[in-house]
């Protein structure tokens, strides 16, 4: 599953990403990508996902920092 939360509000691309995580952890999903641009997303990303009770562990796509691999638990 690919989710772009580029070109957003900080608050709204905070509720796709709470929802579509939690959507994704039920539906047993592996692993998600995340767009999240270079701006103020990016910013908060990281304590966006070490706060999500379903995200086990997330990386920046080396060839883009504006693109994360997030891992969910197992359900």
């Not at 939690?22 to 539906?27: E, I, N, R, S, V």
């Not at 270079?38 to 706060?51: L, P, S, T």
Request: hydrophobic share 35%; glycine share 8%; charged share 15%.
């Amino acid at each position: 599953m690919k989710l772009d939360l580029h070109g957003h509000s900080v608050h709204t691309a905070w509720r796709i990403f709470n929802t579509r995580i939690t959507d994704a952890f039920y539906a047993k999903q592996k692993t998600i990508v995340v767009v999240t641009g270079q701006g103020a997303i990016m910013q908060e990303f990281g304590v966006w996902c070490a706060q999500h009770p379903h995200i086990k562990t997330w990386t920046n796509a080396p060839h883009n920092p504006g693109s994360y691999k997030i891992s969910l638990k197992k359900g």
